[in-house]
């Protein structure tokens, strides 16, 4: 796993792992909800439960998820904000039918509950982390250079170091 090197804890000065680790498992556990929420729309709508035998238009329900994605992967703090807005739509749309759908629709759409809330709690928290850092930083406004440009790349500070120096 590629590591943050010096980058500062929430609220302190010095390096912490358990930060470092705790802003992976936000970027990953985000990254997978999302995808397989995806997934699990093209499979439900196509085969496990169609509205139709054959499969349904409302297999497009997936195309505005696909526009956060590649920002996602690559842990852009903006994408984060707005697609855990954008993730509410689907928590609605799961509501809805896990409560006035038959059986193996209804249980599907508790399935997509399940991974839209997980998707916007790692959303908040990587969005919360990424914040702390941008506190504790001695950069101030760099958010940008501690979060990675894509899932296990960092951008490297100022002075071409990457990560950040102790204080």
């Known amino acids: 796993m590629p590591r943050l090197k010096d980058a500062p804890a929430a609220g302190a ?3 912490s792992e358990a930060a470092r680790r705790g802003l ?22 196509l085969w496990l439960a169609p509205l139709r035998p054959g499969g349904s238009w409302l297999v497009l329900k997936v195309l505005p998820l696909l526009l956060p994605l590649p920002g996602i992967l690559h842990g852009r703090l903006y ?3 707005w697609a855990s807005l954008l ?3 689907y928590v609605l749309e799961a509501l809805v039918r896990m409560l ?6 209804a249980t599907l759409a508790a ?6 809330l997980t998707f916007f709690v790692c959303a908040a928290a990587y969005i919360r982390l990424i914040q702390s850092y941008e506190r504790a930083s001695p950069y101030p406004g760099t958010a940008s250079r501690v979060r990675p440009t894509r899932i296990g790349h960092w951008r490297a500070r100022p002075d071409g170091k990457s990560g950040f120096k102790r204080r």
Do not use: M, Q
């Not at 970027?27 to 699990?40: D, G, P, Q, T």
């Not at 006035?100 to 629709?105: A, C, E, G, L, Y």
């Open 111 to 116: 399935f997509a509950l399940g991974l839209s």
């Open 13 to 15: 000065g010095k390096t």
């Open 79 to 81: 994408t984060y904000r």
């Open 87 to 89: 993730i509410w739509l």
């Open 100 to 105: 006035s759908d038959p059986t193996p629709s």
């Open 24 to 45: 992976y498992r936000a970027l990953w556990c985000a990254a997978a909800s999302l995808v397989a929420l995806i997934l699990l729309g093209l499979a439900w709508e």
